[in-house]
């Protein structure tokens, strides 16, 4: 026992025969040791910025296999995409305003960018014009919801233009939209299912609106950190993020819908306290019906942004009776139904015939409240509404849980296969995804 520094227990019961010449034995061993252990375990504080930077390093281990496979697949895409235009020629006799341009990737601005593009630069006039023919009303671009065009403006600041501001916003919102679902999907369902299911999105039909100046990726950036906070009980932080959903696309409504009712169960359960839930029920709806009211002030009809997509754009809920009708049309070949474009619409259809499977197969899996409603209230607007039935695909688009089923089961494919799967959805996903919705069809 010489040599080692006698125990709490042993000092109290050995104290009284001990002298205080047996003291210095016991100085000179190295008692102060043990007191240098605190200052190690804080090493950190005597180097600024290494917290910040392990936490980068965490973000990047986390992260970085959803995003590196998100990225191959979406360029993969975008490459073969890119290459269909050049070959094929047709955007260089196409209006610049419908899928035309004098480079490809002009292309990527046309249809709703213009919009977008316009609302960025001069702002909105919400206005009720009347209109003899098709269409009814003038359209207008108080139908493009703020929040894109609100950060292509911020982001023209840097001197970019307006078509690169856009483009940048939605390439790096696709990633963050990515990231999203990987942070979802891998919390209730593994990492590599995770993984897989950003990877998934990249090659979804209709993303090749992920890269483009379209609001898309960032309303999914948005929706899928809005139901991840819900599922980790961040009320506050769902409440801001469905907030801002809600100035970013009218598709809001049922994510805002899923956040609500996830909060008001927690909140008569009384496991989170008041003020979380509270705020996760009040705040969200305050960002899409705020817009809705100002359209409508500023228009003189309260219902002025509903009275202008049915009439400017012929987009209105009708309980799924355009959707039946185009739907028999293309099965039948026939073109007996608006806005007819036979490629495009025969995707659509496939799609069509997947929801349902996709459907019953996330429901099977038991997905939290959020996500279930979410994907129930979104498939209930895109399928009983009329619009361009071409568009099904992009509409689509925002309902990642939808990836849930697929990524799940790919998650138990060896890697070789797993890798031939990705690589011809990538390469596919450049013609269905991106060259047929617009050029051979509306996006």
Not at 86 to 109: A, C, I, K, M, N
Not at 120 to 142: C, R, V, W
Not at 178 to 198: D, K, M, P, Q
């Amino acid at each position: 026992m010489a040599g080692r520094p006698p125990t709490s227990a042993e000092s109290a019961t050995e104290s009284a025969t001990t002298t205080e010449a047996d003291l210095p034995v016991e100085a000179d061993e190295p008692a102060e040791e043990p007191a240098e252990e605190p200052a190690e375990e804080t090493a950190d504080d005597r180097e600024p910025g290494s917290a910040t930077a392990s936490g980068f390093r965490a973000a990047a281990h986390r992260f970085g296999p959803a995003l590196a496979l998100y990225g191959a697949v979406k360029l993969a895409g975008f490459a073969a995409f890119m290459w269909l235009l050049e070959t094929s020629g047709h955007y260089r006799t196409t209006d610049p305003r419908f899928g035309g341009g004098v480079h490809p990737w002009d292309v990527l601005g046309t249809w709703d960018g213009l919009w977008y593009e316009k609302v960025a630069q001069l702002g909105y006039d919400p206005q009720l014009i009347p209109e003899q023919g098709f269409f009814t009303i003038k359209q207008n671009s108080a139908a493009f919801f703020p929040m894109y065009p609100g950060l292509i403006r911020l982001v023209t600041n840097t001197g970019l233009g307006l078509y690169g501001a856009g483009m940048l916003v939605s390439i790096v919102a696709s990633f963050v939209a990515a990231a999203g679902i990987f942070a979802v999907v891998s919390r209730l369902y593994g990492h590599r299912a995770g993984v897989i299911a950003a990877g998934l999105w990249a090659a979804f039909p209709g993303s090749g609106v992920e890269w483009a100046v379209y609001s898309e990726s960032v309303f999914v950036a948005l929706a899928a950190w809005a139901c991840f906070f819900v599922i980790d009980r961040n009320w506050l932080s769902a409440a801001v993020v469905a907030f801002m959903a809600g100035l970013a696309r009218p598709s809001s409504v049922p994510l805002i819908a899923g956040v609500a009712l996830a909060a008001a169960v927690a909140l008569w359960k009384r496991r989170d306290g008041v003020v979380g839930p509270l705020t996760a029920i009040v705040l969200p709806p305050i960002g899409c019906l705020g817009y809705l009211a100002w359209v409508g002030y500023r228009m003189g009809h309260l219902d002025g942004y509903i009275t202008l997509q049915r009439g400017g754009w012929l987009h209105f809920f009708d309980w799924g009776r355009y959707t039946l009708r185009a739907a028999t049309n293309v099965l039948r070949g026939e073109t007996n139904y608006l806005f007819a474009y036979p490629t495009e619409d025969l995707i659509a259809v496939v799609v069509l015939f997947s929801l349902p499977i996709l459907l019953v197969s996330l429901m099977s899996k038991r997905p939290p409240l959020v996500l279930a409603v979410y994907t129930l209230g979104t498939l209930v607007m895109v399928l009983g509404s009329q619009q361009m039935f071409g568009t099904l695909s992009r509409f689509v688009l925002p309902i990642f849980p939808l990836l849930i089923p697929l990524a799940v089961a790919l998650a138990r494919v060896r890697l070789r296969n797993l890798a031939t799967v990705l690589g011809v959805a990538a390469l596919s996903s450049g013609w269905y995804a991106g060259y047929v919705i617009f050029q051979l069809g509306i996006p």
